[in-house]
């Protein structure tokens, strides 16, 4: 009797070991599924490496373009073109603000401060941007001829960010940040008519 006793008790811990263990693996594997799926799935459908690139860089383009909206007072001639410079910056500088929030949010670092003509080679040609040379033969210029240069770089500095934009609109996943390059798009393009109006 004795030893049908420890018998039985052996066999009642076996199981319970065996029932114990089942259920501690079936719950670790079920926790780390549950805690992997969201934090991957969540990102993905948040943004993506476009819309953080697009991010960085229309930062660094909207940087330049405030550079030369804050040259236009005591040198341009045309209150047209001082009207222009002002809303350019107050249109500009709150879009920087969202960027860079967005970039936080995302874990990513914003471009370095932004200098008037400074080297943003990894943006790539054909952005609009332009050269030290450039920014530094403009800020020389004054009245008319001011003007004048002044309407044709941001002409070419729009067509860039219009460009930067429609490719991310292809490329991003993030529906704020594809929607901005929409409203960039949008501004930018009746911006460039205006100007091109005051060059004739």
Do not use: Y
């Not at 319970?16 to 594997?29: I, K, L, P």
């Not at 079920?30 to 948040?46: E, F, K, L, N």
Request: glycine share 10%.
């Amino acid at each position: 009797m004795r030893k049908s006793l420890i018998v039985a008790g052996f066999a009642t811990v076996a199981l319970v070991a065996g029932c114990g263990g089942g259920n501690d693996m079936a719950g670790m594997q079920h926790d780390s599924t549950t805690a992997s799926t969201p934090a991957s799935g969540g990102q993905a459908a948040d943004h993506n490496d476009h819309d953080v690139q697009f991010a960085q860089e229309m930062i660094a383009h909207h940087q330049q373009a405030l550079d030369m909206a804050e040259m236009v007072p005591g040198k341009s001639t045309n209150p047209k073109v001082t009207d222009l410079a002002k809303r350019i910056e107050a249109a500009q500088d709150p879009e920087i603000k969202t960027m860079t929030a967005w970039l936080s949010k995302w874990g990513a670092s914003p471009p370095a401060s932004s200098m008037p003509g400074m080297d943003h080679g990894s943006m790539g040609s054909g952005n609009g941007m332009m050269t030290a040379e450039e920014m530094a033969k403009l800020g020389q210029a004054t009245g008319a001829e001011f003007d004048r240069m002044w309407t044709e770089m941001m002409i070419k500095h729009h067509e860039g960010a219009i460009a930067m934009a429609k490719t991310h609109i292809e490329k991003g996943s993030n529906a704020e940040s594809k929607k901005l390059a929409q409203d960039i798009i949008t501004a930018q393009q009746a911006e460039i008519t205006e100007m091109q109006g005051l060059l004739k």
